[in-house]
Nanobody, 126 residues
Framework: QVQLVESGGGSVQAGGSLRLSCAAS????????MGWFRQAPGKEREYVAS????????YYEHSVRGRFIISRDNAKNMVYLQMNSLEPEDAAVYYC???????????????????WGKGTLVTVSS
């Protein structure tokens, strides 16, 4: 049974940083593209970032590009999201997701994901 467990959420002031982690189990981790989505109160869940099985290809939603960095450690079955220069608009529940398909944003969509974590809350105060 695939499990994705997020951690690292919390409360931070605008301009601060957080590092989210996602621990994966029950799957051959290196077979999967991994990524992050987020959902703010009253809004739809949206794509944030994704990366290929090797980590060589990374993709970002335009509003986070240059501020967030996605990475993975296949030896530890972990994926990370380093979030810098956080803005109040980044406040949301962040979800880790896994898919055996492509990590490209046009394929790495909410409907296509094989597995989801339960999310970790990020709050950003102005």
């Amino acid at each position: 049974q695939v499990q994705l467990v997020e951690s690292g959420g919390g409360s931070v002031q605008a301009g601060g940083s957080l590092r989210l982690s996602c621990a994966a189990s029950g799957l051959t981790f290196s077979d999967y593209a991994m990524g992050w989505f987020r959902q703010a109160p009253g809004k739809e869940r949206e794509y944030v970032a994704s990366l290929s099985w090797s980590g060589a290809s990374t993709y970002y939603e335009h509003s986070v590009r240059g501020r967030f960095i996605i990475s993975r450690d296949n030896a530890k079955n972990m994926v990370y999201l380093q979030m810098n220069s956080l803005e109040p608009e980044d406040a949301a529940v962040y979800y880790c997701a896994a898919d055996r398909g492509s990590s490209r944003p046009d394929y790495f969509t909410e409907d296509a994901m094989d597995s989801w974590g339960k999310g970790t809350l990020v709050t950003v105060s102005s």
